[in-house]
């Protein structure tokens, strides 16, 4: 068994690649299921927020299992594997185990140390769990990711500064506007990003807020929060001139805001200046009306060009993250590896001991005279030999085979015994 990541993020790949990459949670199920029926794959999670798009498997050979895996993410989108690759990070076994700890503990994010990642893996975790793609070894290995993030988040600060994307979105907007007490912000979405944005706004000033949404009583509860306003998203092109900082954070399959529409609202705002901000991936938000005066637009890509300044901290307690995750690294490793050896180590062990027991048996027939004390005290001396004798090689195989060729350690022990091992179908083998 061997764990396997492949992926994407805002570290390889631009946003015009992500966002053809990216799946809403309602649309997970069935590509969940689709990567189980491909060959040699037995366990699969599959992560996608709006800067990453992960696959978290566990196959059996690394090279064929690594080429099904991108050649099925390629597939997607009727790419050709080669001209997918690029953009991809591939990592197996020991990078595989770090990669997802330092995700999860936000190590990897474009603002390091935010929580929103972590509730985005649980999430991609439980709906694995639904579909029924996580077996043994993925059920194991989040625990860990888990587990790391919490350690991390309670034995460092890098979680104490509220650096976000909603707080340096405030940012941006307070270098455009100055003091935001007489802004009116508008929300297009009523989701958790939203939500959160808004409130740093509120926070921070902003005299009025607007929602619109899809569905327009999510809209209204939304802004029943900030005592705001909530209006149909098919009135978007009418309101638009009413906020002057816009935030847009939908899974819509295309722009919501055109460049006419924000013509249209500059005029009615006598070219009072506009400010988008687009955290959506697909984009939201026209990116051609960057080009238009008075308009400020940034997406997600632009946001990494602010986090710099709140960070400085949070790089302090990332080297202290890094420490840890060095410290779990080697405990899965050895859980694993472990997993791999134990169905070997069982077999070899139960080979002996049914030899013995035959030869037992075959010494107290001929040694009928013996007495039941003596058969005791034989009886438990051939077992301490044959634990002593054991003792040695199990330790030394189960050391080997966390190894990088510890595979290969243990199919040479079943082949010189002879054994048969049993697969565990909860480990997810063939």
């Given at each position: 068994?061997?764990?396997?990541?492949?992926?994407?993020?805002?570290?390889?790949?631009?946003?015009?690649?992500?966002?053809?990459?990216?799946?809403?949670?309602?649309?997970?199920?069935?590509?969940?299921?689709?990567?189980?029926?491909?060959?040699?794959?037995?366990?699969?999670?599959?992560?996608?927020?709006?800067?990453r798009?992960?696959?978290?498997?566990?196959?059996?050979?690394?090279?064929?299992?690594?080429?099904t895996?991108?050649?099925?993410?390629?597939?997607?989108?009727?790419?050709?594997?080669?001209?997918?690759?690029?953009?991809?990070?591939?990592?197996?076994?020991?990078?595989?185990?770090?990669?997802?700890?330092?995700?999860?503990?936000?190590?990897?994010?474009m603002?390091?140390?935010?929580?929103?990642?972590?509730?985005?893996?649980?999430?991609?975790?439980?709906?694995?769990?639904?579909?029924?793609?996580?077996?043994?070894v993925?059920?194991r290995?989040?625990?860990?990711?888990?587990?790391?993030?919490?350690?991390?988040?309670?034995?460092?600060?890098?979680?104490?500064?509220a650096?976000?994307?909603a707080?340096?979105?405030?940012?941006?907007?307070?270098?455009?506007?100055?003091?935001?007490?007489?802004?009116?912000?508008?929300?297009?979405?009523?989701?958790?990003?939203?939500?959160?944005?808004?409130?740093?706004?509120?926070?921070?000033?902003?005299?009025?807020?607007?929602?619109?949404?899809?569905?327009?009583?999510?809209?209204?509860?939304?802004?029943?929060?900030?005592?705001?306003?909530?209006?149909?998203?098919?009135?978007?092109?009418?309101?638009?001139?009413?906020?002057?900082?816009?935030?847009?954070?939908?899974?819509?399959?295309h722009?919501?805001?055109?460049?006419?529409?924000?013509?249209?609202?500059?005029?009615?705002?006598?070219?009072?200046?506009?400010?988008?901000?687009?955290?959506?991936?697909?984009?939201?938000?026209?990116?051609?009306?960057?080009?238009?005066?008075?308009?400020?637009?940034?997406?997600?890509?632009?946001?990494?060009?602010?986090?710099?300044?709140?960070?400085?901290?949070?790089?302090?307690?990332?080297?202290?993250?890094?420490?840890?995750?060095?410290?779990?690294?080697?405990?899965?490793l050895?859980?694993?590896?472990?997993?791999?050896?134990?169905?070997?180590?069982?077999?070899?062990?139960?080979?002996?001991?049914?030899?013995?027991?035959?030869?037992?048996?075959?010494?107290?027939?001929?040694?009928?005279?013996?007495?039941?004390?003596?058969?005791?005290?034989?009886?438990?001396?051939?077992?301490?030999?044959?634990?002593?004798?054991?003792?040695?090689?199990?330790?030394?195989l189960?050391?080997?085979?966390?190894?990088?060729?510890?595979?290969?350690?243990?199919?040479?022990?079943?082949?010189?015994?002879?054994?048969?091992?049993?697969?565990?179908?909860?480990?997810?083998?063939?």
């Open positions: 068994m061997e764990l396997i990541v492949v992926g994407l993020s805002h570290k390889t790949a631009p946003i015009h690649i992500r966002e053809r990459f990216a799946l809403v949670p309602e649309e997970v199920a069935e590509p969940l299921r689709e990567l189980l029926r491909q060959p040699g794959i037995s366990e699969v999670v599959l992560l996608s927020t709006c800067n798009v992960e696959i978290y498997a566990v196959g059996q050979q690394v090279e064929r299992d690594v080429g895996l991108v050649a099925w993410l390629a597939s997607l989108q009727r790419m050709a594997a080669d001209a997918l690759s690029p953009y991809l990070y591939i990592h197996t076994h020991t990078q595989a185990i770090r990669h997802g700890f330092r995700v999860a503990a936000s190590l990897d994010s603002v390091v140390g935010e929580a929103q990642i972590l509730g985005q893996m649980k999430q991609a975790f439980q709906q694995a769990v639904a579909v029924g793609s996580v077996g043994r993925l059920q290995y989040f625990q860990y990711v888990f587990h790391v993030a919490k350690r991390i988040r309670n034995e460092t600060a890098i979680a104490e500064q650096v976000s994307i707080s340096t979105a405030v940012s941006l907007a307070r270098r455009i506007f100055g003091q935001l007490t007489d802004s009116v912000c508008l929300l297009i979405g009523a989701g958790e990003m939203c939500e959160l944005a808004a409130r740093h706004l509120v926070t921070n000033g902003v005299k009025r807020v607007l929602v619109t949404n899809r569905t327009l009583s999510r809209a209204e509860d939304l802004a029943a929060l900030f005592a705001g306003e909530a209006f149909p998203l098919e009135e978007l092109a009418s309101q638009l001139d009413r906020a002057d900082i816009i935030l847009s954070s939908t899974g819509a399959p722009h919501l805001v055109t460049p006419a529409m924000v013509k249209a609202a500059l005029k009615k705002r006598k070219q009072r200046p506009l400010f988008f901000i687009d955290i959506a991936v697909p984009r939201d938000i026209d990116p051609h009306i960057a080009d238009m005066d008075n308009v400020f637009l940034y997406d997600i890509d632009d946001l990494q060009q602010m986090v710099n300044h709140h960070l400085s901290e949070r790089y302090q307690a990332a080297t202290q993250a890094e420490i840890i995750v060095d410290e779990e690294v080697p405990e899965f050895n859980w694993l590896s472990n997993l791999g050896v134990a169905p070997t180590i069982a077999a070899l062990r139960q080979q002996f001991h049914e030899l013995r027991d035959q030869e037992f048996d075959r010494l107290l027939r001929e040694w009928a005279d013996l007495t039941p004390l003596q058969r005791q005290r034989l009886d438990a001396w051939s077992r301490l030999l044959m634990n002593k004798l054991l003792h040695t090689p199990m330790t030394q189960r050391q080997m085979a966390n190894g990088e060729e510890g595979d290969l350690y243990v199919t040479a022990v079943r082949k010189v015994f002879k054994l048969y091992v049993t697969p565990d179908p909860a480990d997810g083998t063939d």
